[in-house]
């Protein structure tokens, strides 16, 4: 069986991934707020570096560098399937 490999190239980038899943983010600048998908926000407590993906929850701590930790603290799914979700994934299984 031939491996895969990851291709970071090929992740969406994070004003396109947030925009599919749904999370409104709010604010101009490098850091954008939303409604924290990690527990049970009411306030924007979510910052979101719009270059990068990067991420940080300013209430329960959640934290990442791109939209592919994200996905995977989103969905709970390994690093292999996250990767294919989002289409950086190439060829094997």
Known sequence: MKAGRFIREWLPSAP???DNIGLKLSGRGAWRSAVCV?????Q??????IETGAFR???CGARGGDVL???????????VDAARDLGAWEGGR
């Open 16 to 18: 396109v991934y947030f």
């Open 38 to 42: 990690f527990h049970d926000d009411k």
């Open 44 to 49: 924007p407590s979510l910052r979101v570096k």
């Open 57 to 59: 929850c300013m209430a």
């Open 69 to 79: 930790t994200f996905e995977r603290l989103r969905t709970g799914k390994s690093f």
